[in-house]
C-alpha cells in the first residue's frame, strides 16, 4: 500500500512540475506579447478582452510607454 502511494504521488509531482514549467514558458511569452503590442499602440482593454485578463493586470504588465517617457522628460525639466 505504501509503495502504491508513493509512485502515485512521485507520478503527480513530476506532471505538476512539467505543467508549471509549461505555465511560465507560456506565461512569459504571453507577457512579451503585452509589451510588444503595448509599444505598437494596443490598448490594455483590447488585450485583457483577448486574453481573457484583467484590465489592471494587462496595464501593470505592459505599461504605456508614452507616459514612461513623459514622467522622465517631467523630471529632467524640473531637474534642470
Known amino acids: ?26 506565461d512569459a511569452a504571453l507577457r512579451e506579447l503585452f509589451v510588444t503590442w503595448r509599444a505598437q ?5 483590447d488585450m485583457a478582452r483577448w486574453s481573457g485578463m484583467t484590465r489592471e493586470w494587462v496595464a501593470k504588465i505592459a505599461p504605456d510607454p508614452k507616459r514612461a517617457r513623459d514622467i522622465n522628460a517631467a523630471r529632467n525639466i524640473a531637474d534642470s
Open 1 to 26: 500500500m505504501t509503495s502504491d502511494a508513493e509512485t502515485q504521488i512521485r507520478e503527480a509531482t513530476r506532471k505538476r512540475e512539467k505543467s508549471k514549467a509549461a505555465f511560465e514558458r507560456d
Open 41 to 45: 499602440g494596443v490598448g490594455p482593454s
